[in-house]
């Protein structure tokens, strides 16, 4: 039996972590990309997840709590997205409610990739309440 040369441990070692790290690197197709961010008014905490955000058709998953963990009752929640850099401002989609606290929106919230301030709007019968958060959307 033959020990391998130190040059030949060195390539092989070197092989290895190179697959490795292509392994990590590499662009899966329909991998996730989901964004989760996190904001607050004085009467909610909001949380909005972005399973695949891209430009044209989305969907916002947005779970709504009360601060005093009271039941979440609201009439109504929008999202809106603004792009500051470029001016760019989406119309506010409408969305449905899926459980208490939760809500989905379907539609198109990105018209380009970048910078957008998300911006969810909550209606109830106190008022109503606005959080903004910033996503980042890739480009494809």
Do not use: K
Not at 34 to 45: C, G, I, L, N
Not at 82 to 108: I, N, V
């Amino acid at each position: 039996m033959t020990v391998p040369s130190i040059r030949t441990q060195a390539f092989l070692g070197s092989a290895v972590m190179a697959f490795v790290l292509l392994l990590m690197f590499w662009p899966h197709g329909g991998g996730s990309r989901a964004v989760q961010v996190a904001a607050a008014t004085p009467d909610y905490a909001v949380q909005v997840r972005l399973p695949h955000p891209d430009t044209g058709s989305d969907q916002a998953d947005i779970t709504v709590d009360r601060r005093d963990h009271g039941p979440v009752q609201l009439s109504q929640v929008t999202v809106d997205a603004l792009m500051p850099s470029m001016g760019h401002a989406m119309p506010a989609l409408t969305a449905a409610a899926t459980g208490p606290g939760q809500y989905r929106t379907q539609g198109q919230l990105f018209l380009m990739a970048g910078s957008w301030q998300l911006s969810v709007h909550l209606y109830g019968a106190a008022g109503s309440e606005v959080v903004t958060v910033p996503v980042t959307v890739p480009a494809s």
